[in-house]
């Protein structure tokens, strides 16, 4: 759920992924997906990320890291040899965002499509196996 702080959202959801190389995922969700990076913080190893955020357009957005943010391991770590899975609501028709994507380096895993639930997306694999589906469904309306 968004709430709005003086005139500014606060999204209460921010997915975390974790990256090998972590400066190649940044690349590909920006130029590729169309995030925008709000914030990058180095981690204690060379070219390492300790903590990015990347803002989604229609609202929200994710947190991107890399292994070897800090010296010793940590629990976050593992999560970059298991692919994970993000969905992103488009407010346009996502068939412009498909080729982008696909210029970026994506593999298309299931192509563009209508969904008798609403949505017409798509679902890319990035360069380290994390699936992004992208889509015009924004869920089923609470009252």
């Given at each position: 759920m968004?709430?709005?702080?003086?005139?500014?959202?606060?999204?209460?959801?921010?997915?975390t992924?974790?990256?090998?190389d972590?400066?190649?995922?940044l690349?590909?969700?920006t130029?590729?997906?169309?995030?925008?990076?709000v914030c990058?913080y180095p981690?204690?190893t060379?070219?390492?990320?300790?903590?990015?955020e990347?803002?989604w357009?229609?609202g929200g957005?994710?947190?991107?890291?890399?292994?070897?943010r800090?010296?010793e391991p940590?629990?976050f770590s593992w999560?970059?040899?298991?692919p994970?899975?993000?969905y992103l609501?488009?407010?346009?028709?996502?068939d412009?965002?498909?080729s982008r994507?696909i210029?970026?380096?994506a593999v298309v895993?299931?192509?563009?499509?209508d969904e008798?639930?609403?949505?017409?997306?798509?679902?890319?694999?990035?360069?380290?196996?994390?699936?992004?589906?992208?889509?015009t469904?924004?869920?089923?309306?609470?009252?």
């Amino acid at each position: 759920m968004n709430t709005t702080t003086e005139n500014k959202i606060v999204v209460g959801v921010w997915p975390t992924l974790v990256y090998h190389d972590g400066h190649a995922a940044l690349k590909f969700l920006t130029e590729g997906l169309g995030f925008t990076q709000v914030c990058l913080y180095p981690g204690e190893t060379e070219g390492s990320i300790a903590h990015s955020e990347l803002a989604w357009p229609a609202g929200g957005g994710v947190m991107v890291s890399s292994v070897g943010r800090q010296q010793e391991p940590d629990d976050f770590s593992w999560l970059a040899d298991h692919p994970q899975s993000v969905y992103l609501v488009v407010d346009e028709d996502p068939d412009q965002l498909l080729s982008r994507a696909i210029s970026a380096g994506a593999v298309v895993v299931r192509g563009l499509r209508d969904e008798d639930y609403g949505s017409r997306g798509f679902t890319v694999k990035d360069h380290e196996g994390n699936l992004w589906s992208i889509g015009t469904y924004r869920g089923e309306i609470v009252e």
